[in-house]
């Protein structure tokens, strides 16, 4: 793995002013970000996301899924808090890309779940890669995280690659009637912590 920063520049937003900054990994041509807030220097944990991309949710506000809703929530925490980053990776479809999502979508327009779809395609249900993380965790100079998710492999992660994750911080957004049963299947079959519909987030 051979992720190396690239440069940083300032982004406003509606949540207020990032600085986003640019990684390239040499070995599969893939580019990602950092969006970070405040000073991330100290002993303090820092409020930290880790979000794949999702270019139907976040950029196309795609209601199949709540990762759309995630990323905004994620940038509003932060920019309550002062503090934190978003890394922001370039996984699309939980690692299968924006193609292969689209034919497991069809598959799951037939009645597949989100699951299934990705094993009829050959794939695995979950193909993401966090090991590019580390240098990017060491170029911040973050080593102790509050993780925003409903994901424990994401804490496994990050713990495996020596990163300090001190605590993991519900992240429950945007469930609707079209995203219900995608978020059924991601607490039954790859082990995302939700609260039981109706209770409180």
């Not at 041509?29 to 944990?45: A, F, I, N, T, Y």
């Not at 899924?65 to 932060?78: K, N, P, S, T, Y």
């Not at 799951?108 to 695995?124: I, M, R, W």
Request: hydrophobic share 35%.
């Amino acid at each position: 793995m051979s992720v190396k920063y690239v440069e940083s520049s300032k982004l406003p937003t509606s949540w207020g002013m990032f600085e986003m900054h640019g990684f390239a990994d040499d070995s599969n041509d893939k580019e990602h970000v950092v969006l970070s807030m405040g000073d991330l220097s100290g002993d303090q944990p820092v409020l930290v996301r880790i979000h794949s991309e999702c270019l139907t949710g976040d950029a196309l506000f795609s209601l199949r899924c709540d990762c759309g809703a995630q990323l905004q929530a994620a940038m509003h925490r932060i920019a309550v808090e002062g503090r934190g980053a978003i890394f922001y990776l370039r996984q699309e479809g939980r690692g299968i890309g924006l193609i292969n999502k689209i034919r497991a979508y069809h598959l799951q327009d037939k009645g597949a779940d989100t699951v299934e779809a990705n094993e009829q395609l050959g794939f695995g249900a979950d193909m993401r890669d966090y090991s590019m993380l580390k240098a990017m965790f060491d170029k911040m100079g973050i080593d102790k995280v509050k993780l925003m998710t409903n994901n424990p492999r994401k804490m496994e992660a990050l713990r495996e690659l020596g990163i300090n994750a001190v605590e993991r911080l519900p992240h429950e957004t945007g469930r609707n009637p079209h995203n219900a049963h995608y978020l059924e299947t991601k607490r039954g079959k790859l082990g995302h912590l939700f609260q039981a519909e109706g209770e409180d987030t």
